[in-house]
């Protein structure tokens, strides 16, 4: 019997050993493939922001279609929208009446998002490594550690919890230099799905004020 369990612990370790043999820079290499041929995905979200003491937890849905479309719909507690069309942005605030128009522009970015949506090259623009501090979500997961290789205002680096076995990102965190945390969970992913261009198309509502940035 006791044979039996040492052979038992053996299997099992050599099997985690494969299954999380691969290094950083081979997982990212092949999220980045797995992304490339990605054409578009919906998935519900989890947002966790701290800063401080503040903490805020908000969802919703998310849509993404290649080059450089997003649909954020936030549901929970708070009703707002996030449209990208390509060209430019709008972030509706229904109970402030507000919609924020910005010009979109992803050519010179370095953000690990640009992946999601077709551009921009993870290992170009970062630094990759293991993460040493955060814990993933499930075990099986490997959190990988994204630092610019150039300095960033907005952002110090980026966590992704990664599903190795379809690499596919399960989490997302941005951490700001200021030490506040923006957390992205994301659930019910689906991918290659028909998404009508439509719906990156917003219409500002009647009554309500615009401004550009």
């Known amino acids: 019997m ?3 369990l040492a052979t038992t ?4 370790l050599s099997m985690s050993g494969r299954v999380n043999s691969e ?3 081979q997982l990212i290499a092949k999220l980045q493939n797995k992304y490339e041929e990605i054409e578009s995905f919906s998935a519900d979200f989890t947002q966790l922001f701290r800063s401080g003491d503040v903490q805020l937890r908000e969802s919703g849905i998310m849509v993404m279609k290649k080059p450089g479309k997003m649909y954020w ?3 929970q507690p708070t009703p707002k929208v996030f449209v990208a069309d390509g060209h430019k942005s709008y972030f509706y605030l229904p109970l402030d009446k507000q919609v924020i128009v910005s010009d979109l522009d992803l050519s010179n970015a370095q953000t690990p998002l640009l992946f999601l949506m ?3 090259n993870i290992k170009e623009d970062f630094q990759v490594g293991l993460e040493p501090e955060e814990k993933p979500l499930q075990d099986k997961n490997i959190l990988i550690r994204l630092t610019p290789k150039q300095p960033q205002g907005i952002y110090s680096y980026v ?3 990664v599903d190795p076995s379809i690499y596919l990102v399960r989490r997302l965190i941005v951490i700001e230099p200021i030490g506040n945390r923006n957390e992205y969970i994301m659930t019910n992913f689906r991918e290659n799905i028909r998404i009508p261009d439509g719906q990156f198309n917003f219409k500002v509502p009647p009554d309500v004020e615009v401004l550009s940035q």
């Open 73 to 75: 719909e936030y549901r």
């Open 2 to 4: 006791t044979r039996l």
């Open 9 to 12: 612990l053996l299997v099992v």
């Open 118 to 120: 077709g551009q921009g």
């Open 159 to 161: 966590i992704l919890e």
């Open 23 to 25: 290094t950083p820079d």
